[in-house]
């Protein structure tokens, strides 16, 4: 990606435009949400416009995320990120193809992430987060992002694909470079080790099919067809990049706020039946991804035209931290009342397929977690850092607590 400024287009009035890199700007510690809201906050306006990253449109408030997302008919998934250069890649399927073409490739998730599928899972991730908070309690410490965040959802979703667990650490190293690396060469090299590494696991799979989630997609048809490989491994990268990373790396802003909030770290110990509706409040308030869609026809939003072929980013933490959705938005209420109704997991007809099990893994997070260390800290003297592209993570977190 580049981030090379264009001159203002004459739709886009001067009061609209700010400063505004999404890939580098000030980051206070670990408050990566509220560090891009306060940037976008000290303009005005419901929408604005930025000359960085070839010129976008930000959408900035609840209203206008809300639109951008549910709206298929003027604003296109085609292309998802704010990125002035075309690719020939395939298109993370079904995320990249707008409506009517991602229905069946969509309704292939969606039967492996059934609500009786995602009741079994929680399940395994159970009995995976136990073994894994047993493995260490005893030491006092751990790295939470290598000893824990990286394992549990990750190995439940490599049970879902049926990749070996040996395969994990080169895994998650080749995709955090395709999702945050320094360079667009790198981000791309590691992208094609994915697709490379998922496109092998699809031949294995059409010689010798499994009940795993690749077996499914080799076997299925299409509007009467096996699926292409091109669309087919656009679902591959998609898969690995999306099981890979985001719950790993929300797990991370959860582990962080709690370690430094003690308070409400024993409103949950003390009050365990809150831990549901905590989900969904650390979740409103430590959103990961910034979306992006493109317009496909002119069209008014926020009260400026946007023109078709022009860009939109859409960073969902601008939802859950709208004051006028949400009272004191920065302020974590474990008893706030309906939380979930926010954009973290997106919207429309792209809505995350996979919340449902991302909520099941960080509540059983929070359930067996606190059980076993319901004191614990950052390390003195330690530094963690945010790195962050189109989801943020952190990429360290050492936690102590007393034995």
Not at 191 to 215: F, T
Not at 249 to 278: K, M, Y
């Amino acid at each position: 990606m580049t981030t090379e400024t264009i001159t203002r287009p004459a739709n886009v009035p001067a009061d609209r435009v700010i400063d505004f890199d999404i890939y580098k700007f000030p980051i206070k510690g670990l408050e990566y949400q509220r560090s891009m809201r306060e940037v976008l906050m000290s303009k005005s306006a419901d929408v604005l416009w930025t000359p960085r990253n070839g010129g976008h449109w930000i959408a900035k408030t609840n209203e206008t995320v809300a639109k951008v997302l549910a709206d298929a008919d003027h604003f296109s998934s085609r292309r998802i990120l704010v990125d002035p250069v075309e690719r020939a890649t395939p298109p993370l399927v079904p995320l990249q193809l707008d409506p009517p073409h991602h229905a069946p490739y969509r309704a292939l998730l969606q039967a492996a992430l059934s609500p009786k599928a995602v009741g079994q899972l929680g399940e395994r991730a159970r009995e995976l987060s136990i073994q894994l908070i047993e493995g260490f309690k005893a030491d006092g410490h751990c790295e939470f992002i290598g000893q824990f965040a990286q394992h549990l959802p990750i190995a439940i979703f490599m049970e879902i694909v049926g990749l070996p667990a040996s395969d994990r650490p080169l895994l998650t190293s080749i995709a955090e470079v395709a999702m945050r690396g320094e360079t667009e060469d790198e981000r791309n090299e590691a992208s094609g080790k994915l697709m490379a590494y998922g496109m092998g696991k699809v031949a294995e799979r059409r010689a010798n099919p499994g009940n795993d989630l690749i077996s499914l997609f080799v076997q299925t048809e299409v509007e009467g067809k096996p699926i292409d490989d091109f669309p087919l491994t656009g679902m591959i990268l998609l898969l690995l990049l999306a099981g890979l990373d985001t719950v790993a790396s929300t797990l991370g802003f959860f582990a962080q706020f709690l370690a430094t909030n003690p308070e409400h770290r024993r409103q949950l110990v003390e009050n365990p039946e809150l831990i549901a509706n905590a989900t969904e409040e650390l979740l409103r308030r430590f959103p990961i991804a910034n979306l992006a869609r493109e317009v496909k026809a002119d069209v008014e939003l926020g009260g400026v035209q946007l023109k078709a072929g022009e860009m939109v980013l859409v960073p969902t933490l601008m939802d859950g931290m709208d004051e006028d959705k949400f009272a004191d938005p920065l302020t974590v209420d474990f008893n706030r009342e309906k939380p979930g109704a926010n954009s973290t997991f997106g919207g429309g007809v792209h809505r995350c397929v996979g919340s449902m099990l991302a909520r099941t893994e960080l509540r059983v997070f929070l359930e067996e977690w606190l059980k076993r260390i319901p004191d614990f800290s950052i390390k003195p003297g330690t530094n963690p850092k945010v790195s962050a592209r189109s989801v943020a993570t952190i990429t360290s977190l050492e936690l102590v607590w007393p034995v």
